[in-house]
């Protein structure tokens, strides 16, 4: 059995900064992926970021030069730097995890409020 681990969301004004963890812990023999979604009010989930095991890092085009997604392979934790975050950056933030062969495990969601 796979978990998720998230933390570090929050409540913070426009142009503050967050930052999310996310520890992957259980039977977990290798990573294809890692990464962060999101699901602002009343609207679908969408991208924010993923890192994959070669180091490439995908950003959804809202964040780009905001956010920044890293990862510890040894602790099999992401992170996610949030910077100047704007008012519609609020949501629900989601871990997500990419093993092989396997469907994508989701953690539980963090609530991310960016007041203006």
């Known amino acids: 059995q796979v978990q998720l681990v998230e933390s570090g969301g929050g409540s913070v004004q426009a142009g503050g900064s967050l930052r999310l963890s996310c520890a992957a812990s259980?039977?977990?023999?290798?990573?294809?992926?890692m990464g962060w979604y999101r699901q602002p009010p009343g609207k679908q989930r969408e991208l924010v970021a993923t890192t994959t095991s070669g180091g490439r890092n995908n950003y959804g085009d809202s964040v780009k030069g905001r956010f920044t997604i890293s990862r510890d392979n040894d602790k099999n934790t992401v992170y996610l730097q949030m910077n100047s975050l704007k008012p519609e950056d609020t949501g629900v933030y989601y871990c997500?995890?990419?093993?092989?062969?396997?469907?994508?495990?989701w953690g539980q969601g963090t609530q991310v409020t960016v007041s203006s």
């Open positions: 997500y995890l990419n093993l092989p062969y396997r469907a994508g495990i």
């Open positions: 259980g039977s977990i023999l290798r990573i294809n992926a």
